[in-house]
């Protein structure tokens, strides 16, 4: 089997203030939205920029405390790497997927 890696590094802003949940035996869990941005040139020369929403999730553990928690703010500037997780579910008879970021750091940037 070939190696393969699954890692994502963003920067960009939190779009919202986290979502908080704890599971039974008390880790912490939060989401939130990370947008990040580029410039694009249209076929007529113009420059606007293009912004990409991230779903972000991070769990308490060995690699995030809840002081790295912290530092998710709205409009916090942040640097996440992590790794892409694709859920599926059903909606009106269709299967839909989603994506999100399982973050194993957060810094400020």
Do not use: C
Request: hydrophobic share 30%; net charge positive.
């Amino acid at each position: 089997m070939e190696h393969s890696i699954n890692k994502v590094e963003l920067l960009g802003r939190v779009g919202a203030d986290p979502r908080t949940g704890q599971t039974e035996d008390g880790r912490k869990v939060i989401n939130f939205s990370l947008a990040t941005g580029e410039v694009l040139k249209t076929s007529s020369g113009e420059l606007r920029e293009e912004t990409t929403w991230h779903r972000i999730v991070a769990w308490e553990g060995k690699e995030l405390t809840v002081t790295d928690f912290e530092k998710v703010k709205k409009g916090s500037r942040l640097a996440v790497t992590g790794r892409i997780r694709t859920n599926t579910y059903e909606k009106d008879g269709q299967q839909r997927f989603t994506q999100e970021i399982i973050a194993q750091t957060l810094k400020n940037a």
